[in-house]
């Protein structure tokens, strides 16, 4: 592996100059991406999904806590693995504390195909406290395109035969009635993690600039 050249700090100024003005050409055509991906249509979710969680039974529509918008991570961990997938535990490594997207009438919550009797040992084995819920009598992963259809590519291959990828799904709902409104896999969650990156994949986006200003995460309000 090569090392970068050695130059003098005003031809590194110069360099750098250069790739700033890149780097906010980027950030501009990011900004309008996330635009348009606002303005995608959405899909009415009809089955009513039950999950199992640390409170027992939960619908779709529970897992948004009372919250307009709701990500939920399709964190690899099939029903007969002992633990859950590394790249997976790594990316929800990355998800900051939940207040900053809570605050912001997002709910953020873990769904895995395994049933949560494995779930919540390897979750304690994480240190972590994020809501995570089982999926594994439900059609839900199928119906997200979490595990494999004819249309995309899995991550995970066991006998040859493909398994799973992971994944982030976003919803909205209107009273009752929930929508899908975006999916992301595979190597469309790289940069992800952080509060922002995670609200500019849903429909509401950051919601009104100004209506929340950034706070420590213990001064929020619920």
């Not at 089955?47 to 964190?75: C, I, M, N, S, W």
């Not at 633990?83 to 535990?89: F, M, R, S, Y």
Request: aromatic share 10%; glycine share 6%; charged share 30%.
């Amino acid at each position: 592996m090569s090392l970068p050249e050695i130059v003098s700090r005003e031809r590194w100024r110069a360099a750098r100059a250069e790739l700033l003005r890149r780097e906010e050409a980027l950030t501009r055509a990011r900004d309008a991406l996330s635009a348009e991906r606002r303005r995608l249509p959405m899909v009415e979710v009809d089955p009513e999904y039950v999950f199992e969680g640390g409170d027992g039974k939960a619908t779709l529509l529970d897992l948004f806590d009372g919250r307009p918008q709701l990500v939920v991570h399709h964190f690899m961990f099939a029903p007969e693995w002992e633990a859950g997938c590394p790249c997976c535990a790594a990316f929800l490594d990355q998800v900051g504390h939940l207040a900053h997207l809570r605050a912001r009438g997002t709910a953020f919550a873990v769904v895995s195909r395994a049933p949560f009797t494995r779930i919540l040992p390897f979750k304690a084995r994480m240190g972590w406290t994020l809501p995570w819920y089982s999926s594994c009598h439900t059609g839900f992963d199928h119906d997200f395109d979490h595990d494999f259809n004819r249309d995309f590519e899995a991550t995970i291959v066991v006998d040859d035969e493909p398994v799973e990828r992971p994944g982030l799904s976003c919803f909205l709902r209107e009273h009752d009635r929930v929508f899908h409104t975006y999916s992301v896999y595979d190597r469309g969650l790289d940069g992800l993690g952080p509060a922002t990156s995670l609200l500019d994949l849903t429909a509401l986006g950051r919601l009104p600039e100004g209506s929340e200003r950034v706070r420590y995460h213990d001064e929020y309000e619920d």
